[in-house]
T-cell receptor, first 114, second 114 residues
Framework: QQQVKQSPQSLIVQKGGISIINCAYE??????FPWYQQFPGKGPALLIA?????SEKKEGRFTISFNKSAKQFSLHIMDSQPGDSATYFC?????????????FGRGTSLIVHP | KAGVTQTPRYLIKTRGQQVTLSCSPI?????VSWYQQTPGQGLQFLFE???????NKGNFPGRFSGRQFSNSRSEMNVSTLELGDSALYLC?????????????FGPGTRLTVL
């Protein structure tokens, strides 16, 4: 059972364009929604995260949009740059025994052409 | 400040063998989590340790085990290896459990089972 569905699997964008990655979840107990960026040969790095009490969070060129009623959230990368080429993972988590245990989406491979 | 260190970076084993992977967290971090990353299943939570105690465990068979030492270093062990255990095994550390935003991943150990 895939609790967090991520799309698209791959994305090609021109430099300066907007990259949009979508995720949908099923478990309404999830209360923390992070996005991770992973470069080849590296571990994932937390990019930006949101809690369900806000509908949007922006950090630089990265924005999370959150729709609680639809159980969907998305990552927007504005003015995409070749250096943004990486795999992006959404995740959803709930507090379990005092810890946040994430359930990850399958990932989106983003390629930004110069 | 040094990041999360994982050793070895690459490992090749044959079916039926066992393997031990090591993780050294960021200095001062006391919580260590392990994840398995495969093309088919994506990123999946294995277990979490804090103060030498396992706090949470993911949905993996008992062949997967781990431990944490008093200096917060952690090891995970996989016994009776199967072909499907081929994966990138990631370790992440944080100061304490529940600090999702403060969790940092290592580069991973690439395990290949032949």
């Amino acid at each position: 059972q895939q609790q967090v569905k991520q799309s698209p699997q791959s994305l090609i964008v021109q430099k300066g364009g907007i990259s949009i990655i979508n995720c949908a979840y099923e478990n309404t107990a999830f209360d923390y929604f992070p996005w991770y960026q992973q470069f080849p040969g590296k571990g994932p790095a937390l990019l930006i995260a949101i809690r369900p009490d806000v509908s949007e969070k922006k950090e630089g060129r990265f924005t999370i949009s959150f729709n609680k009623s639809a159980k969907q959230f998305s990552l927007h990368i504005m003015d995409s740059q070749p250096g943004d080429s990486a795999t992006y993972f959404c995740a959803a988590s709930t507090r379990t025994g005092g810890s946040y245990i994430p359930t990850f989406g399958r990932g989106t491979s983003l390629i930004v052409h110069p | 400040k040094a990041g999360v260190t994982q050793t070895p970076r690459y490992l090749i084993k044959t079916r039926g063998q066992q393997v031990t992977l090591s993780c050294s967290p960021i200095s001062g971090h006391r919580s260590v989590s392990w994840y398995q990353q495969t093309p088919g299943q994506g990123l999946q939570f294995l277990f979490e340790y804090f103060s030498e105690t396992q706090r949470n465990k993911g949905n993996f068979p008992g062949r997967f085990s781990g431990r944490q030492f008093s200096n917060s270093r952690s090891e995970m062990n996989v016994s009776t290896l199967e072909l499907g255990d081929s994966a990138l095994y990631l370790c992440a550390s944080s100061l304490e459990p529940g600090l999702a935003r403060e969790q940092f991943f290592g580069p991973g150990t690439r395990l290949t089972v032949l």
